[in-house]
């Protein structure tokens, strides 16, 4: 089957511009993740989806965050304006479990840098 | 709330030798727990994980980890390393309802021929 999808696989931008990244899920993966890795750290959580339902935005910065998965497929996060600290690798992960017991399937990611 | 500690955020082996990477959780209900495997840019590729069942897990490539209540850890080895091995390795928390995965901070490793 083929894998959980992400574009671009790297963006430069200068800080207050804006970006957006696109991500596309394992066909039939009902549950959609955005998660957000730090050089050295490990991937936080930023937004969960549920087909296009919102689960968990809670650490989400949605001041300047956004992100959407209007027909329950494709999902993009978008930020508005950008910071300096926002630099990290931006994961999308997919699981067909709704409970994610199955484990999640992640994209390759996209490399954010913000100068 | 849950949370994930992994000691020692690089560990150095030999080629051949035990490879043990450590982690232990907290949780308010009875944990699933994962291993994620990162090799450089690319994404995380599931090692293994406990739900229910079984404590002693055995993964892809040779790696296996075993849940331990009593001492909430969930620590990942493989017998002989190899310099494929070589990799970051991420331990993760989640709970059975509505999960969301809860990360360690990493654990990089470094194979020595």
């Known amino acids: 089957e083929a894998g959980v999808a992400q574009s671009p696989r790297y963006k430069i931008i200068e800080k207050r511009q804006s970006v957006a990244f696109w991500c596309n899920p394992i066909s039939g993966h009902a549950t959609l993740y955005w998660y957000q890795q730090i050089l050295g750290q490990g991937p936080k959580l930023l937004i969960q989806?549920?087909?296009?339902?919102?689960?968990?935005d809670s650490q989400l910065p949605k001041d300047r965050f956004s992100a959407e998965r209007l027909k329950g497929v494709d999902s993009t996060l978008k930020i508005q304006p950008a910071k300096l600290e926002d630099s990290a690798v931006y994961l999308c992960a997919s699981s067909l479990d709704v409970t994610g017991g199955d484990g999640y399937t992640f994209g390759s990611g996209t490399r954010l840098t913000v100068v | 709330a849950q949370s994930v500690t992994q000691l020692g955020s690089h560990v150095s082996v030999s080629e051949g030798a035990l490879v043990l990477l450590r982690c232990n959780y907290s949780?308010?209900?009875?944990?699933?727990l994962f291993w994620y495997v990162q090799y450089p840019n690319q994404g995380l590729q599931l090692l293994l994980k406990y739900t229910t069942g079984a404590t002693l897990v055995k993964g892809i490539n040779g790696f296996e980890a075993e849940f331990k209540k009593s001492e909430t850890s969930f620590h990942l080895t493989k017998p002989s390393a190899h310099m494929s091995d070589a990799a970051e390795y991420f331990c993760a928390v989640g709970q059975a309802a509505g999960n969301k995965l809860t990360f360690g901070g990493g654990t990089r490793v470094l194979v020595k021929p």
């Open positions: 949780s308010s209900v009875p944990p699933y």
């Open positions: 989806f549920q087909n296009n339902g919102v689960v968990d």
